[in-house]
T-cell receptor, first 116, second 114 residues
């Protein structure tokens, strides 16, 4: 399967600051990437669909001005949590979507964000 | 819109015993079905998927799942579990068209003890 990396794996930031999380597709060009958020003992909630060269599509209830997504190349998408608050603390996971009529998603290892 | 229900939040089982993790889904259209496994502080790994054809699907690590359209179920089974199977298991569905976004169930924690 495809290899997806995320950086950093863990980050602690102070309330009010911004933090950027990178998602890289290491072995294929991904026109579409997805960003998920996972709360403790909860399922993954899709935040947005990131398309290379165009604006991300956000799911209902996700603040696009708070969670900035940039998909500037076919191998890199970034999620920036702006003006972070403790309630933004979570596990953020990205995935890449292969092409073809039946797409598979390959997931990154996740980023643990803690806002103090 | 689709939804996925995993009725069991946690399933304890002894090593070498069989296990079944239940998954039911709701959708007004045809869907693809998936099972993913997540180890602590890691991303998700695909165990198996049902796209079409045979309703019995075999995946990695000895897991299999059976698609039952009439019962809208896609239960995951393994005849003999190992300690290393201890993890969180997620059932998911996606549309057949478009971006094929995944909708996940709430997960089932499989706890295998000696």
């Amino acid at each position: 399967g495809a290899v997806v990396s995320q950086h950093p794996s863990r980050v602690i930031c102070k309330s009010g600051t911004s933090v950027k999380i990178e998602c890289r597709s290491l072995d294929f060009q991904a026109t579409t990437m997805f960003w998920y958020r996972q709360f403790p003992k909860k399922s993954l909630m899709l935040m947005a669909t990131s398309n290379e060269g165009s604006k991300a599509t956000y799911e209902q209830g996700v603040e696009k001005d708070k969670f900035l997504i940039n998909h500037a190349s076919l191998t890199l998408s970034t999620l920036t949590v702006t003006s972070a608050h403790p309630e933004d603390s979570s596990f953020y996971i990205c995935s890449t979507r292969t092409g073809g009529p039946v797409a598979e998603q390959y997931f990154g290892p996740g980023t643990r964000l803690t806002v103090t | 819109a689709q939804s996925v229900t995993q009725l069991d939040s946690q399933v304890p089982v002894f090593e070498e015993a069989p296990v079944e993790l239940r998954c039911n889904y709701s959708s007004s259209v045809s869907v693809y079905l998936f099972w993913y496994v997540q180890y602590p502080n890691q991303g998700l790994q695909l165990l198996l998927k049902y796209l079409s054809g045979s309703t019995l699907v075999k995946g990695i690590n000895g897991f299999e799942a059976e698609f039952n359209k009439s019962q809208t179920s896609f239960h995951l089974r393994k005849p003999s579990v190992h300690i290393s199977d201890t993890a969180e298991y997620f059932c998911a569905v996606s549309d057949l068209e478009g971006f094929q976004k995944l909708v996940f169930g709430t997960g089932t924690r499989l706890l295998v003890s000696p």
